[in-house]
């Protein structure tokens, strides 16, 4: 048989390879700021780029996008040329591909610090930046299956059915998540409201979770794992199992972020379900990871890279059998809006994404550079200073969870609230959060000996740019589907295995979505619930350009410690012209749904310039640009009309007079706290923040607030 000779293309991999170690540092780095943050909130010198709720995203996207996505890109185009033996199918694809993502990582660390944000978790860039993400993941979606389209490997490995389900299933989410109405250049509104744009969202949030940080690193297990312990998988049957199960069950399971909320109780009771059952799966995945190392452990203990790999595997099992435990409504009711979640989210990022990415790069740049790793003892030590950091990080937060939840219930004999105000809660657990940040410069210490390490790995060597090789072309296949080969033979059908993996994925979200929107009684309409006035509609885009929902909730369970704090629980009605919905997912500060009234608008005045004032000991930081900024109108037609297109009830021409309605809302609020002693101008953003606060909660009759409308 003639054989071809052909060479792998590691540029490319080289290229993601250097990105994801520059933006491992930086997104650290920002993820330690607002660590230390949130108990110096002076931390951000009073400027609006570097306050928590602004950079926390920032902080997220960087390690979620730059840091894995640049070693999942990395790792998928070294494993898919050797596992197919083909070079990839276009070089020009690979560098767009490449300059594409960065250039979108670009816009993300621009635009997150100046506010520029949608508020959606995991998917706050705006739709110009959106659009972008979908043409770069179009490039390299064809790249892959190119690539696979000419491969000269019958059977596809393992390692590329996770590669295919998560460019398939990303693509979805992305694509359904990212429908919204432009408003302006850097502007858009969700196309979705309230009830229905939080389960889409969670849908989404679920699964980017699931499909970009957990089924391409599965793909990169199955191929980097074994090739590090020099050992086949274990058992390929389990992997088939694994994969299938997976994939179908994971995408019904993002209801359990919104238990107890103003979500219909069915897909609730969807969403725990299904999160029980992703155990099976997830764990069937560990348990094939680790016994691929049986007869091998004593190589664990002389080799760094099995090590990273080996606690890497540990953490995806304890974060796959946390995660459905969380999902049950009773630990659900302790967890939630807590640190507990926190801790949770991290034992996944550091834990198995952070430390099978240092593996992999371990592992990887020796053979590119075609020499040995420059130091096992460096190697050595990063891994027991990264796993320390873990340590360090999630103890103290598991412990911070549990004490907020317990404090936020506790009743007295005499049943009232023992810890009416929820900053008492704050301040006990602040020795938590030094200990986490201590954990946090840890783990990022540890990412300068990795750095150091590379770098003179890389400098022993000499990088092989074109890895020359050889292989026999595929030969065409006829075989047909034989009973009980049916996996091996869609195996070879590349096509037609990404069509089934989109059908697998595509049911649950049918099943949870398309009821919210054919079904009335899901989401039952208040008629006292209005729109938001032209002023309110401003302030409200000021507080998420501040990202006030990354410490805040609008969302008050049916709780009696809830409902005794902060009013009535909230209906589903109430949120019909939320666009987007703001229900947030951690409580660093007090719940707002009822907030309107329940402070006068000097209070709230003198919050903004210097929290600490109004509430001594807040870790809240000092917004001072709002009361200098003049508050920008001109948006308010299109925003109206923006709005009026998905459904919210404004009259018809009433863009044209909107800003006269805002002017005198403003003035009236003006002269109020000029009233009372402060020194407020009608026409800045302090006023209409202000305004917003004071409606949230009044629409509901018989809520304590309302008069204050």
Not at 69 to 84: D, E, K, L, P, W
Not at 149 to 177: G, Q, S
């Amino acid at each position: 048989m003639q054989v071809e000779k052909f060479s792998y293309d590691n540029q490319i991999v080289k290229n993601f390879l250097l990105a994801a170690v520059v933006f491992a540092i930086v997104g650290m780095l920002v993820g330690l700021i607002i660590a230390i943050q949130l108990y110096l909130p002076e931390l951000s010198f009073g400027i609006p780029y570097l306050t928590f709720g602004r950079i926390r995203a920032l902080h997220t996207n960087a390690v979620i996008f730059a840091f894995v996505g640049n070693i999942i890109f990395a790792g998928v185009y070294y494993s898919t040329q050797r596992v197919t033996k083909a070079r990839m199918f276009s070089d020009f694809l690979s560098k767009f591909h490449f300059w594409g993502w960065q250039l979108i990582i670009l816009a993300a660390a621009i635009t997150l610090p100046l506010g520029i944000t949608t508020s959606k978790e995991y998917a706050e860039l705006e739709w110009p930046i959106d659009i972008a993400i979908a043409v770069v993941w179009i490039a390299f979606g064809i790249n892959l299956f190119g690539t696979i389209a000419k491969r000269r490997e019958k059977h596809m490995y393992v390692a590329l059915w996770f590669y295919i389900a998560t460019w398939v299933t990303v693509t979805m989410l992305h694509v359904v998540n990212s429908i919204e109405i432009p408003v302006t250049f850097l502007k858009s509104y969700s196309v979705y409201a309230g009830v229905q744009d939080a389960l889409v969202q969670w849908w989404y949030g679920h699964n980017a979770v699931a499909f970009f940080l957990t089924t391409p690193y599965l793909g990169l297990m199955y191929y980097f794992l074994p090739k590090a312990a020099n050992r086949p998988v274990y058992s390929y049957r389990l992997s088939i199992l694994h994969f299938w199960a997976l994939i179908f069950i994971y995408i019904w399971a993002g209801p359990h972020h919104l238990l107890y909320s103003a979500l219909p109780d069915w897909a609730q009771s969807l969403g725990t379900v299904f999160s029980i059952m992703l155990i099976a799966p997830s764990w069937g995945g560990m348990l094939n990871g680790l016994l691929t190392l049986r007869g091998a452990w004593d190589r664990v203990r002389d080799n760094p890279i099995l090590k990273f790999m080996v606690v890497a595997v540990t953490a995806y099992g304890m974060a796959t059998f946390e995660g459905p435990m969380l999902s049950l409504k009773n630990v659900n009711a302790i967890s939630h809006f807590t640190d507990w979640t926190v801790a949770h989210v991290h034992i996944g990022a550091l834990g198995w994404n952070g430390m099978l990415s240092f593996g992999i790069l371990y592992w990887i740049i020796p053979r590119m550079w075609g020499t040995e790793l420059y130091s096992k003892k460096l190697a050595n030590l990063h891994f027991w200073i990264a796993t320390l950091g873990i340590v360090f990080w999630a103890v103290p937060m598991y412990w911070s969870g549990i004490a907020q939840a317990l404090m936020w219930k506790q009743f007295t004999p005499l049943g009232v609230l023992q810890y009416p105000n929820f900053l008492e809660t704050t301040l006990q657990i602040i020795p938590f959060y030094i200990i986490r940040s201590f954990g946090g410069l840890l783990y990022f210490t540890g990412l300068f000996l990795l750095a150091y390490n590379l770098i003179k790995t890389a400098k022993s060597g000499s990088f092989i740019k074109n890895e020359e090789t050889e292989a026999a072309p595929l030969e065409k296949d006829n075989e047909k589907m034989k009973r009980g080969q049916i996996h091996r033979w869609l195996e070879k059908r590349p096509v037609k295995f990404a069509i089934l993996s989109f059908i697998v994925v595509t049911i649950g979200g049918l099943v949870q979505i398309i009821p919210m929107y054919a079904v009335k009684t899901n989401v039952p309409t208040i008629s006292s619930v209005k729109p938001y006035s032209p002023l309110e509609l401003q302030g409200r885009d000021i507080y998420i350009r501040e990202g006030c929902n990354a410490c805040h909730s609008q969302l008050v369970r049916p709780f009696r410690s809830e409902t005794e704090r902060y009013g009535e629980y909230s209906k589903a009605g109430e949120y019909v012209y939320d666009h987007p919905f703001l229900w947030g997912s951690k409580r660093t500060g007090p719940d707002l749904m009822r907030v309107g009234g329940k402070y006068s608008n000097l209070w709230h005045f003198m919050h903004m310039e210097d929290p600490r004032s109004m509430s001594p000991g807040s870790i809240m930081p000092r917004f001072p640009w709002l009361y200098t900024n003049q508050l920008d109108i001109s948006t308010t037609k299109v925003k109206i009309n923006a709005l009026r297109s998905v459904g919210v009830p404004y009259p018809k021409g009433y863009e044209d007079i909107a800003n006269e309605d805002l002017k005198k809302q403003a003035n009236k609020i003006a002269e109020d706290l000029i009233n009372n002693g402060a020194p407020a101008e009608p026409d800045k953003e302090i006023i209409a923040l202000i305004a917003y606060l004071q409606r949230l909660g009044t629409d509901i009759k018989g809520n304590n607030s309302a008069s204050s409308k």
